[in-house]
C-alpha cells in the first residue's frame, strides 16, 4: 500500500496523464557535458505524451538517457529524455527515475505508440 501512496504522490505533479506500459528497456546515461556515465537496464512503468518513470536496479545520476526497446516487429524504440527526478522506490532494491522526452514530436509520438503496442499485445497474450 506504501508503494502505491508514494506513486500517487509522485504523479499529483504531473501535468498530463499517464498510461500503465511495462516494458523492459535498456538505457544509456549521460552526464550535462552528454558524456555517457552509465548504462544498464530497467523497465518503464507508465507513460505520457511528455515523459514517462522508468524502473531500474540503480539511481540514474545523470541529466540525459537514451531509452531502447524491440517493438512487436522486432525493430528498435530509441528515445532521448532529459532525468527530472530519481528516487529510492519503496520496492527494495528499486529505484524510480521520470524522464522528460527530448527530440522531435515525431519520434517521441512514435516511441509512445510502440510502448502502448508492446505492452497491450504483451498483457493480452500473457494475461497479464
Known amino acids: 500500500m506504501a508503494s502505491r501512496q508514494n506513486a500517487s504522490n509522485f504523479d499529483e505533479k504531473r501535468r498530463y496523464n499517464r498510461i500503465n506500459a511495462l516494458n523492459g528497456v535498456?538505457?544509456?546515461?549521460?552526464?550535462?557535458?552528454?558524456?555517457?556515465?552509465a548504462q544498464?537496464?530497467?523497465?518503464?512503468?507508465?507513460?505520457?505524451?511528455?515523459?514517462?518513470?522508468?524502473?531500474?536496479?540503480?539511481?540514474?545520476?545523470?541529466?540525459?538517457?537514451?531509452?531502447?526497446a524491440k517493438d512487436l516487429n522486432d525493430q528498435p524504440i530509441q528515445v532521448k529524455g532529459r532525468v527530472v527526478d530519481t528516487r529510492k522506490s519503496e520496492k527494495a532494491?528499486?529505484?524510480?527515475?521520470?524522464?522528460?522526452?527530448?527530440?522531435?514530436?515525431?519520434?517521441?509520438?512514435?516511441?509512445i505508440i510502440a510502448f502502448v503496442k508492446t505492452h497491450n499485445h504483451r498483457k493480452t497474450n500473457n494475461g497479464l
Open 93 to 111: 532494491g528499486f529505484f524510480l527515475t521520470g524522464v522528460e522526452f527530448l527530440g522531435s514530436r515525431e519520434k517521441q509520438k512514435n516511441a
Open 26 to 37: 535498456s538505457f544509456f546515461l549521460f552526464d550535462a557535458d552528454r558524456k555517457k556515465i
Open 40 to 68: 544498464g537496464n530497467g523497465r518503464t512503468l507508465n507513460l505520457s505524451q511528455k515523459g514517462l518513470l522508468l524502473e531500474t536496479r540503480k539511481p540514474l545520476n545523470g541529466a540525459y538517457v537514451v531509452l531502447v
